[in-house]
């Protein structure tokens, strides 16, 4: 620190001796403080609970809590590497549990309850958007302190384009997985142990439960080291470039490595559990598990990218940092000499200090004074009329292109009519240019196009045709007879008209919906 | 008039008499006049560039301005071609900024008067990231709200890990806000919001910062230069000179009387003092190494 710390608190440490100390020690205390902390992130969970009864309307029949943690695991789930989780989103994703909760309710009061239960979560009634809760600790020198602890379970932080996005927030990560106050990498490492075990003794529903903490973990890690890369790009002047960041990120691709190894053998052995599980349920489970580890993969990927961009910005910010030019000397710096040592400071006496900056820095206003007779004539003045429509549009002025197509639109449209086969009548290739040779023998170029269309419908795009609901579809299939043509080589192609079971593929439509 | 118009010939060509003639007060009062439009570019306007010029080339006529904005509670700062007639609001002055008319919740609520004070000094340490920025008059900064709000929160977190490395406990004592440690009131505000409008949620950091940056948009600090990252501005001369000769001796001076002294070695370098291993600079947003 530049700064000399400020004078301590005036509080007067009692005598040692005073009476007997009432903690076993400031070591136990933390440990107390820290669960305390921990218990307290559940609170407004069960706050929900106690607090549905005050609603106006019957609200009792839904599990608050229940929602809320579903909420917190939607928004974990989302939560990109860069923004976060969209707000519509989640709600729309958290219906159809509320709904499940009480089916003969309106659809308007699930929406309702799902916003109720995110916006609390976020906490929007209070200025912080967060919760406080109060605790008791014995400070060093025996006296009992009751503090606060600030935190947030859910927050809103700004996306690209001034969208306001969701993140869960690293004590609501630990009230979910439930592992309080350890650490990251251990914890990860465990459950990935724990997945490999259970799956090898082929305990599938416990090894989903298991991929699931490690998808948290994993979340929860790339968040961390997110945070410490953003640190380490601002960080210019004062990071040390030379051992401390090249170390940070070799350690970090490190791991990003042996993470997508380990992840990558994990996968191999479910797809195997998958395919050669019989029970359909085990294969329903072995496959979300395949896409639970695909989802971690992605992540590491999109971490590992991060990690190599890093070097390369750091790179760039000292050169054009450390080889500029030296100015001339000023003495003040603003972030060293004012903002570093103010934050620390208590809020009385850092406002003196943010106080005297605004007040000298803001400029100058000058102050409005207003005559009566220009408000009367300002208050009397109609408003001006807006012109509606706007400007006149120009007119374009339109160049026409020149058509440069190989075939005309009549051409066209007699090959379609050449091709516009009964389904349950199929020709050849070689019977259809015969019948366009004859239909217009002044047109050399209609065989062309029929042979080029009947290459065409070799390969069908039967699922494009089918999810636009068309009726039929014209194919080409090669048995294997040599077409016999002056013009043209290759296969005498098989060409018919196939129809598509439109019915089916609607239903399908829907299934996928 | 032209009896008036004589003398003011005469007493241009007797210079060194220093008779001064209303004419010559009415310019004068003109030119701190143009000065109080902190958005008027002198390069814009003919007269006000006239009258610049005349406050540099006539010692009598640069007194006389002077003295008639000392008279209205206005201390000048620059008189150059490229930041115009710079002046600002004495203390007390009508000119001045108060932080009650500012923003409304600050008179009842101290931390939110802090965090808007705060703002001000972040915009201005992320516009001027180096000493040498605020002493090269060329330099332009550049600051983008979400920028500001990223780079005041990385600071914070620092401090927040470091007193977890000590095992210091960094939660306020109950019922003394006072006592809480500065950063953590930026920290645990939210840093945005959804509002039922679609707006920025003004009590939130960011709107916070966004309020300052507009406000000192409207003073002729900073221009808009487009709406990325919650809106991007960079600075002009009158804001370095504003910041550089009054705000940042000011805070400074406080700071001093709090007991606390930033001690630097007396050269300033690129590098920090020792020990500073938490000067973030947001470059995150794009920002602010451009001269």
């Known amino acids: 620190m530049t700064v000399t710390s400020p004078a301590s608190t005036d509080r007067v440490p009692p005598q040692l001796s005073a009476g007997p100390r009432p903690a076993t020690g400031p070591a136990a205390d933390e440990g107390l403080a820290r669960r305390l902390r921990a218990l307290a992130c559940t609170a407004p969970l069960h706050d929900l609970d106690a607090r549905k009864a005050n609603l106006a309307g019957e609200y009792s029949v839904y599990g608050m809590a229940e929602i809320a943690l579903a909420a917190i695991d939607l928004v974990t789930l989302n939560m990109d590497f860069d923004t976060g989780a969209d707000h519509e989103q989640i709600v729309a994703r958290l219906l159809p549990r509320v709904a499940a909760q009480a089916p003969q309710r309106p659809a308007a009061e699930h929406e309702r309850v799902a916003r109720w239960v995110l916006e609390n979560l976020i906490n929007v009634g209070s200025v912080d958007r967060g919760f406080r809760a109060v605790y008791g600790t014995f400070a060093p020198d025996g006296t009992y302190v009751r503090r606060d602890y600030d935190f947030k379970l859910i927050e809103e932080v700004p996306g690209p384009g001034g969208a306001v996005y969701l993140r869960t927030t690293d004590e609501a990560v630990n009230v979910l997985v439930g592992a309080l106050d350890t650490d990251v990498t251990s914890a990860q490492i465990a459950a990935e142990v724990k997945l490999e075990v259970l799956i090898s003794r082929g305990r599938l529903a416990d090894a989903q439960l298991a991929a699931e903490q490690a998808r948290y973990r994993t979340v929860q890690y790339s968040e961390s080291l997110r945070r410490a890369l953003e640190a380490t790009r601002r960080n210019v002047r004062a990071v040390d470039w030379l051992n401390a960041v090249p170390d940070m990120i070799a350690e970090a691709l490190d791991h990003v490595a042996e993470r997508y190894r380990h992840e990558n053998a994990i996968l191999t052995n479910i797809r195997r559990a998958r395919d050669e599980a019989e029970d359909p349920e085990h294969k329903r489970r072995a496959a979300e598990l395949v896409d639970i580890v695909k989802d971690c993969i992605r992540r590491h990927t999109q971490l590992q990218a991060r990690l190599l961009e890093a070097g390369p910005l750091f790179r760039a910010e000292q050169d054009r940092q450390a080889f500029a030019t030296p100015a001339a000397a000023c003495g003040l710096d603003l972030y060293g000499h004012l903002l570093a040592p103010v934050l620390p400071l208590p809020l009385e006496r850092a406002i003196r200090v943010t106080d005297a900056f605004f007040a000298h820095g803001t400029g100058l206003r000058t102050p409005v004074s207003v005559r009566v007779g220009d408000l009367v004539d300002l208050l009397l003045t109609p408003p001006v009329e807006r012109e509606h429509l706007g400007a006149e549009m120009p007119e374009p002025d339109l160049v026409a292109t020149p058509d440069d197509s190989r075939f005309s639109e009549e051409q066209l449209a007699a090959a379609m009519e050449l091709l516009d086969l009964p389904p349950d009548a199929p020709r050849r290739l070689s019977g259809l240019l015969a019948e366009a040779r004859r239909k217009n023998p002044e047109d050399p170029d209609l065989p062309y196009l029929v042979a080029l269309l009947a290459i065409h419908a070799a390969s069908p795009p039967v699922g494009t045709a089918r999810r636009q609901g068309e009726e039929k579809l014209l194919f080409a299939v090669d048995d294997g007879t040599e077409l016999d043509d002056p013009e043209f080589g290759g296969a005498d192609l098989i060409v018919g008209t196939a129809l598509l079971d439109t019915a089916a593929a609607a239903a399908d439509r829907t299934d996928a919906a | ?291």
């Open chain 2, 1 to 291: 008039m032209t009896e008036h118009a004589d003398r003011n010939e005469d007493g241009a060509a007797a210079q060194p008499s220093g008779a001064v003639t209303p004419a010559d007060a009415a310019d004068a009062a003109r030119l701190v006049a143009f000065g109080l439009q902190p958005k008027l570019q002198p390069a814009r306007d003919q007269e006000y560039a006239d009258l610049l010029r005349r406050y540099r080339e006539d010692p009598p006529f640069a007194r006389l301005a002077d003295a008639v904005a000392a008279g209205l509670g206005l201390v000048v700062l620059e008189v150059s071609p490229r930041a115009g007639m710079a002046v600002t609001a004495a203390e007390d002055s009508v000119f001045a900024v108060r932080m009650s008319d500012y923003a409304r919740r600050t008179s009842a609520d101290s931390g939110d008067r802090f965090l808007h004070g705060l703002a001000h000094l972040a915009v201005a340490a992320l516009a001027f990231p180096r000493p040498e920025d605020l002493a090269d008059d060329g330099y332009i900064g550049r600051v983008t709200v979400n920028g500001v709000d990223a780079f005041v929160r990385q600071a914070c977190r620092r401090l927040e890990e470091r007193a977890a490395e000590q095992g210091e406990n960094t939660d306020p004592v109950s019922d003394a806000p006072g006592l809480e440690a500065a950063w953590r009131v930026w920290s645990r505000r939210t840093a945005t919001g959804a509002t039922k409008d679609a707006r920025r949620l003004a009590g939130s950091t960011t709107g916070i910062v966004a309020k300052a940056v507009s406000f000192l948009a409207d003073s002729g600090f900073l221009q808009r230069t487009g709406d990325d990252n919650g809106g991007t501005y960079r600075t002009t001369a009158r804001y370095q000179l504003q910041v550089r000769d009054m705000a940042g001796s000011a805070a400074m001076a406080e700071l001093l009387e709090l007991g606390v002294v930033p001690v630097t070695d007396g050269t300033p370098t690129l590098l920090p003092p020792q020990d500073t291993d938490d000067l973030e600079l947001a470059a995150d947003a794009g920002l602010p190494f451009h001269s």
